[in-house]
């Protein structure tokens, strides 16, 4: 399955309004273009678990997960699958902000 055109803009909008950073694609590499250190990481974590009702376990969380905005929106997407979220509807990501 793959994930909704608004999970990507909903995901662009949260690292734009928490983390000020505006004009990544979904493939920009987030890591690798220092967009993101240990700081900014954590909270990119607890602004996707507030935004999209998910608890991400850190234990099972690989860095992968979180280097672009393709691979957060997969993360997501694993996680609904899983049934490991609260109750925050994914099909409509892109109607609210935090």
Do not use: W
């Not at 376990?57 to 672009?68: K, P």
């Amino acid at each position: 399955m793959r994930p909704d055109p608004d999970l990507f803009i909903a995901i662009r909008e949260l690292i734009a309004q928490k983390l000020y950073l505006e004009y990544i694609s979904e493939d920009t590499d987030l890591l690798k273009d220092g967009a993101l250190d240990s700081v900014t990481l954590v909270q990119l974590i607890l602004n996707l678990e507030q935004r999209f009702g998910v608890r991400i376990e850190l234990s099972e969380l690989e860095i992968d997960d979180l280097r672009s905005v393709r691979s957060i929106a997969n993360l997501l997407m694993r996680l609904q699958r899983a049934g490991i979220r609260d109750d925050v509807e994914f099909a409509h990501a892109g109607s609210s902000t935090v």
